[in-house]
């Protein structure tokens, strides 16, 4: 990021009063390398209209967005800095301390560094820049002429306190969902992060609240976590019938709670993990097999389906009441460094080396519930840079095993794999050209509550709609050219683009109503955009087609999305896998901040 020499000194200058009396307060500690006299945050807000590089010629857009913006409050940035005044110099938990700040997507530059002075102390600044925090995410789609396909206002960063506030209208196949969502990652201003969001669904109410304390950096020792959930929702499956789709529509009611409590041992980026569980998890089908309906494209028409239809449904309607106990263990073996023009095009990026792996396995609780069974839950993510190529691997494997079933049935069930490959190249000599290849398999065995994937949608082959091709078990693979143009307004925003083709298959396997869709591909082309310049946020517009040999403009796909759908920064969207895993707990208390 870029510094103000003349601006640091003179900040410096007016806060040395604060470092007089800190040190009149309290004796310095012994610190061979020095102590921190001063922290100062020096937060800007959009642009810095004080940095001489800035075109002047777009000065009126500076001072609009600026304007338009409520900038992020000092105490936000200074919470999440794990140095104080009178601490030792500590290098490690400044880069820590940046770290901590990228995790909030609405600041768009980090640096913290400290300068030293001449009596051996340090000044620390806090050097950030904001980025856009009101996004609106619009969805469209092309299906004989543009429809509405919902729509996400979200503020990131309301009125500079670092919480967010959205509202949403998803029409997501048979889930028409809309409500708010609230967040924070500074509860009463303590370290503790809450995530609500409530609405409702054509099958009733959702609401999920989770309260948790992750690992602080790499030296934080403990996490926590607690979880509630109620969703009813429909479970689609999809119905090939020769091209056209019919849909069959499972009311699902979905419950849990969580406790979770991690601890870590070792040195930062060497730790190994260990801790415990409490899960509930209920699993219910309120109006049983004759709740379910049989729909098309309208999901507002619906009428009873073809008994016949139903058959292969019910194999997949078991019920789940059960409370567990489970211990995690993980193994950590990390480096992080910090890289430009992944998925984004300027914009700064952590990204964790080296390799981890973390395993949940327990049982329910004897007469806790309805059955008793045993959980394991794998996961794994390696990771490697190799001069201009990084290549991360990650892996997860859910089953559930049945205590005491009888004899010559298979007792292992709910087996869901999901693994993918991404490799991010940046030509030697190319500021401009980044080249993301996607490798992923995704399957499920011994499937005994709702599941069925599909080949098509945003994050399959996407040329194809979202429930073209439904199966059992599929591989993807994509080539995308991310391009940075430079051009035009180069100070004020990035602007690019990208060409991509994606290829894939879905097999039956034991999903009903699966197919074999052969091989299929799609290419497209897209605009790519980050506000302001240097920007962490992408805002994509990509028009996808099956490359197929009748395909024509009216089967031109269009997909609009904020945030890139695939990458080591991309959000988990898999929701037809991760609906439903049965192991229920906070996996993601394994990771720091990604």
């Known amino acids: 990021m870029r510094r103000s020499p003349l601006i640091a000194s003179a900040l410096l200058a007016a806060a040395a009063p604060l470092a007089a009396q800190d040190a009149a307060d309290s004796p310095p500690p012994a610190c061979p390398d020095g102590r921190i006299a001063v922290i100062f945050i020096d937060n800007h807000s959009i642009f810095d209209t004080t940095d001489p590089d800035l075109d002047p010629r777009l000065s009126w857009i500076y001072r609009t967005a600026n304007a338009l913006h409520v900038r992020t409050r000092e105490s936000v940035i200074r919470r ?29 530059h980090v640096d ?64 028409r969902d809309y409500g708010v969502s609230y967040a924070t990652r500074q509860l009463a201003g ?11 669904t054509r099958a009733g109410l959702f609401a999920r609240e989770t309260v948790e304390y992750p690992f602080v950096g790499e030296r934080g020792r403990w996490a926590a976590r607690q979880a509630v959930r109620w969703q009813d929702r429909f479970f689609d499956y999809v119905v090939d019938d020769a091209g056209r789709e019919m849909h069959l529509l499972l009311p699902v009611r979905d419950k849990g709670v969580d406790l979770s409590l991690v601890h870590r041992v070792g040195q930062p980026g ?6 415990a569980a409490l899960s509930f998890v209920e699993l219910a089908y309120p109006k049983g097999i004759a709740g379910i309906e049989r729909t098309g494209d309208d999901y507002d028409d619906l009428a009873p389906p073809d008994p016949a239809l139903v058959v292969p449904i019910a194999t997949q309607m078991h019920a789940l009441r059960d409370l567990r106990l489970l211990l995690l263990l993980g193994q ?11 998925d984004a095009m300027r914009g700064e990026q952590d990204v964790r080396l080296g390799s981890e792996i973390d395993v949940a396995v327990g049982r329910s609780l004897p007469g806790a519930g309805r059955e008793q069974d045993l ?15 990084i290549l991360a691997g990650r892996t997860r494997l859910d089953g559930r095993r049945d205590i005491g079933s ?58 194809y709609d979202r429930g073209r091709f439904p199966g059992g078990r599929r591989v993807l693979f994509t080539l995308e050219d991310r391009v940075y143009f430079g051009w035009p307004f180069r100070d004020a925003l990035d602007l690019g683009g990208t060409a991509f083709i994606d290829v894939g298959r879905v097999w039956p396997g034991d999903a009903p109503f699966g197919v074999d869709s052969g091989w299929r591909a799609a290419a497209g082309l897209g605009l790519r955009g980050a506000f302001p310049a240097g920007g962490r946020t992408t805002y994509r517009l990509d028009l996808a087609l099956p490359l197929e040999r009748r395909a024509g403009l009216r089967d031109l796909r269009v997909v609009i999305s904020v945030g890139e759908l695939l990458g080591l920064g991309a959000e988990d969207r898999r929701i037809r896998l991760g609906e439903i895993r049965q192991a229920g707990v906070a996996a993601d208390l394994f990771h720091f901040p990604e």
């Open 270 to 275: 060497r730790m190994t993990l260990f801790g």
């Open 375 to 389: 959980i394991a839950s794998l996961g794994a993510y390696a990771a490697a840079e190799m001069g201009d190529l």
């Open 190 to 200: 303590s370290r503790w992060d809450l995530f609500t969001t409530a609405g409702r």
């Open 332 to 342: 950590r073996r990390v480096a992080w460094v910090q890289r430009e023009g992944l």
């Open 112 to 175: 913290v560094y400290g300068i030293r002075q001449p009596n051996g102390d340090w000044h620390v600044i806090a050097d950030t820049q904001d980025e856009w925090s009101t996004r609106l995410d619009l969805r469209v789609k092309l299906q004989d002429g543009l429809a509405f396909d919902g729509v996400r206002l979200r503020e990131a960063n309301l009125l500079g306190t670092g919480r967010a506030v959205e509202l949403f209208y998803l029409v997501r196949d048979a889930n």
């Open 406 to 463: 009888a004899p010559g049935s298979r007792p292992w069930n709910d087996l869901l794999v999901d693994a993918d490959l991404l490799a991010y190249w940046k030509p030697a000599g190319s500021t401009r050209h980044t080249l993301v290849l996607r490798a992923a398999a995704t399957g499920g065995w011994e499937t005994r509550t709702p599941f069925q994937l599909s080949l098509g949608g945003d994050l399959g082959v996407r040329g």
């Open 80 to 108: 999440e800095l794990l140095v104080r005044p009178g601490d030792c110099y500590d290098p490690a938990l400044l880069e820590e301390s940046e770290r901590l700040l990228r995790a909030h997507d609405f600041l768009s």
